[in-house]
């Protein structure tokens, strides 16, 4: 019965390529966030997108693209991967923002060759 | 623009000792302000919240904050901490609606308990 699932958890590739998180969350929130955690775990958000609509684009790489098929579903596509994308990567939903906390997935380490 | 800090990266403490992990927050809107743990290779759970009401808030595993607004602190403390406390620990802050309602986080205090 997970909450906000995100797949895979692991993903090794070499630079340049493209790649593709999943992130689903059966809570029925209509907000949902991608943040990155550097390697020393300092979080940031990237997106927020609140009933499918993007609401916060931080300064992101537009080589980082969030879709989102339904309020349940947020995807985070990365083009032409480089070296400093290597992180962890943490989906998370609410209802609402600003006071309704966050439930986040496990995260997805992306590790660079 | 709000910023939150988090002054001690690390904090040590023995089995059934007190701790206290220090938040302190800056923000010229009002704020809403959460407490979350880490714990290794997952990802963040909520452990309390405070968004407006009593300042001493009670959160899960034992663990209580106390936001103070003329000093700008939301300081997390357990009476006695256990092994399995052992996590990163994040303060956050957001504030009221809209585009203003991401979650700002301090940098983290990993506390460590030893036996």
């Known amino acids: 019965d997970t909450a906000v699932s995100q797949t895979p958890k692991y993903l090794v590739t070499q630079m340049g390529n493209d790649k593709s998180i999943k992130c689903e969350q059966n809570?029925?929130?209509?907000?949902m966030y991608w943040y990155k955690q550097d390697s020393k775990k300092f979080l940031k958000i990237m997106f927020s997108y609140n009933n499918k609509e993007l609401i916060i684009n931080e300064t992101v790489p537009n080589r980082f693209s969030p879709k989102s098929p339904d309020k349940a579903h947020l995807n985070l596509h990365i083009n032409s991967l480089e070296l400093g994308d290597s992180a962890v990567y943490f989906c998370?939903?609410?209802?609402?923002?600003?006071?309704?906390?966050?439930?986040f997935g496990d995260g997805t380490r992306l590790s660079i060759l | 623009a709000q910023s939150v800090t988090q002054l001690d990266s690390q904090v040590p403490v023995f089995e059934e000792a007190p701790v206290e992990l220090r938040c302190n927050y800056s923000?010229?809107?009002?704020?809403?302000l959460f407490w979350y743990v880490q714990y290794p290779n997952q990802g963040l759970q909520l452990l309390l919240k405070?968004?407006?009401?009593?300042?001493l808030v009670k959160g899960i595993n034992g663990f209580e904050a106390e936001f103070n607004k003329s000093q700008t602190s939301f300081h997390l403390r357990k009476p006695s901490v256990h092994i399995s406390d052992t996590a990163e620990y994040f303060c956050?802050?957001?504030?009221?609606?809209?585009?203003?309602?991401?979650?700002?986080f301090g940098k983290g205090t990993k506390l460590s308990v030893k036996p």
């Open positions: 956050a802050v957001s504030t009221y609606g809209g585009s203003q309602g991401n979650l700002i």
């Open positions: 809570l029925g929130h209509d907000t």
């Open positions: 998370a939903s609410s209802r609402g923002m600003g006071n309704q906390p966050q439930h």
């Open positions: 923000s010229s809107v009002s704020v809403y």
């Open positions: 405070y968004l407006s009401g009593s300042t």
